[in-house]
């Protein structure tokens, strides 16, 4: 089963707002993951937050990791067109010693000009 | 390096015909992944090799699906006989696992449609 649901499954915001995405997992991570992918593309690594880690940036990208409660969210400040995409999150666990990556079923964002 | 490559891009095939899709990971990189993503059914992981060794392919859908690493630069996924339900985009991806750092990337993906 894969695990890994993000919320909301779809957002629709205006240039220049905040988007915010959610992601909730069931089992023990290493790290968690977000990717993008825009229509028609393989998915791109965006950022990594570790298990021990509770926020990380990168740009205008915020992620946050509450371990306790399986979930984490991640931040796009001052959205842009370009930024009209899916965003998945992915967990990184191990399963008999390697490395195993579960995606989400994504969020679609779309920023209205 | 050119990054992940898969091959075909698009391969349409009718029902019951054997498919065989490739990919080629990132030279040094230890783990391969294939997916498949549908509108249903979002990413699923299909299987995973971590140094040309399977190591979990309980996310392949059927018997009628299988994969192999015969070295470290090559993969394949062949599903035979396919089917009209078979059809979606599937997807490579090879990481390189180290502490911490564990990013995969995708290729462009194979869409693959069966009538």
């Known amino acids: 089963s894969q695990q890994g649901e993000e919320d909301p499954q779809a957002l629709s915001i205006q240039e220049g707002e905040n988007a915010t995405m959610n992601c909730s997992y069931k089992?023990?991570?290493?790290?968690l993951q977000w990717y993008r992918q825009n229509s028609g593309r393989g998915l791109v690594h965006l950022i990594l937050?570790?298990?021990?880690?509770r926020e990380k940036h990168s740009g205008r990208l915020r992620v946050t990791l509450d371990t306790s409660k399986k979930s984490s969210s991640l931040l796009i400040t001052a959205s842009r067109a370009a930024d009209t995409a899916s965003y998945f999150c992915a967990t990184d666990q191990t399963f008999q010693g390697a490395q195993k990556l579960v995606f989400g079923q994504g969020t679609r964002l779309t920023i209205n000009p | 390096d050119a990054g992940v490559i898969q091959s075909p891009r698009h391969e349409v095939t009718e029902m019951g015909q054997e498919v065989t899709l490739r990919c080629k990971p990132i030279?040094?990189?230890?783990?391969l992944f294939w997916y498949r993503q549908t509108m249903m059914r979002g990413l699923e992981l299909l299987i995973y090799?971590?140094?040309?060794?399977?190591?979990?392919d309980s996310g392949m859908p059927e018997d009628r699906f299988s994969a192999k690493m015969p070295n470290a630069s090559f993969s394949t996924l062949k599903i035979q006989p396919s089917e009209p339900r078979d059809s979606a985009v599937y997807f490579c991806?090879?990481?390189?696992?180290?502490?911490?750092?564990?990013?995969?990337?995708f290729g462009q993906g194979t869409r693959l449609t069966v009538v």
């Open positions: 090799f971590n140094n040309n060794v399977p190591i979990d």
């Open positions: 937050i570790r298990s021990n880690e």
């Open positions: 030279s040094g990189h230890n783990s």
């Open positions: 089992t023990s991570i290493n790290n």
């Open positions: 991806a090879s990481s390189l696992r180290r502490t911490g750092i564990t990013e995969a990337f």
